[in-house]
């Protein structure tokens, strides 16, 4: 598993992705994905918020998203460079129990320490994704 998709992961557990209450389950999108497209492209909630057809196709969206903002080849003053806590804000995860939240959770999932919310996204990129 790459260590994006740990990151999908932990930002789809603190949005409740596994909740079936949760409006991260029923749209069945774990980032929350907000639709910038042309109006009627994507089926969206009333706060404009994707819904995708099945787990899987809200997954595939997210791992595509989270991949280009982190290559910096977004919209989203993201890249490489940016520290994970400053590159969650692109996701709404803003507060100081999120980021800890997004943290430990990464920590466990890699059993390693050494990530912190000061750690750069290349960090999470492949080795062949950071000569793209």
């Known amino acids: 598993m790459s260590k994006l998709e740990h990151l999908v992961n932990a930002i789809a557990r603190l949005n409740g992705m596994l909740d079936p209450e ?3 389950y029923r749209l ?3 980032l929350m994905l907000r639709s910038y497209a042309m109006p009627g492209k ?20 997210a791992m595509f998203d989270i991949e280009l903002k982190a290559k910096g080849q977004s919209r989203a003053n993201a890249g490489p460079e940016s520290t994970l806590e400053q590159f969650l804000r692109c996701y ?19 059993q ?21």
Not at 42 to 56: K, M, N, Q, T, Y
Not at 98 to 110: E, K, T, W, Y
Not at 113 to 132: A, G, H, I
């Open 22 to 24: 949760s409006v991260c």
């Open 28 to 30: 069945r999108n774990p």
């Open 42 to 61: 994507h089926e969206i909630d009333p706060s404009g918020a994707r819904i995708f057809g099945s787990v899987l196709n809200g997954y595939k969206a």
């Open 92 to 110: 709404d995860i803003k507060t100081t129990a999120a980021v800890d939240n997004i943290v430990s959770f990464i920590r466990r999932a890699l």
């Open 112 to 132: 390693t320490q050494e990530v912190s919310r000061n750690t750069p996204m290349s960090y999470f990129l492949d080795s062949e994704d950071k000569q793209e």
